[in-house]
């Protein structure tokens, strides 16, 4: 079974800086991409940022210059930092990867159950 854990979220005040985990765990040969996508309240959920196994990153226009995202393939984890928070910043946060289990199959996809970011004063 392979699972993704998010951690990190937050209350945080307008202009401050939070980070994200995701970890991920189980039966895992190597993980692809990975990324963090959000859903704010009412609204469908969208991309932040992804991140391939070789370190390309790909941004939202929304967040390009306030977050990053990272990765430690030793720990399968990837990560999201996240500076001068805005109020459209709050959602959900969740975690997604395309893991290969073996070898030999092709990557699945995966989601965490997700983690809140709440920017407010």
């Known amino acids: 079974q392979v699972q993704l854990v998010e951690s990190g979220g937050d209350l945080v005040q307008p202009g401050g800086s939070l980070r994200l985990s995701c970890a991920a765990s189980?039966?895992?040969?190597?993980?692809?991409?990975m990324g963090w996508y959000r859903q704010a309240p009412g609204k469908e959920r969208e991309l932040v940022a992804t991140i391939t196994s070789g370190g390309r990153r790909n941004y939202a226009d929304s967040v390009k210059g306030r977050f990053t995202i990272s990765r430690d393939n030793a720990k399968n984890t990837v990560y999201l930092q996240m500076n001068s928070l805005k109020y459209e910043d709050t959602a959900v946060y969740y975690c997604?990867?395309?893991?290969?289990?073996?070898?030999?199959?092709?990557?699945?996809?995966?989601w965490g159950k997700g983690t809140l970011v709440t920017v407010s004063s």
């Open positions: 189980g039966n895992i040969f190597s993980i692809n991409d």
């Open positions: 997604n990867a395309d893991i290969l289990k073996y070898s030999f199959s092709l990557g699945m996809n995966y």
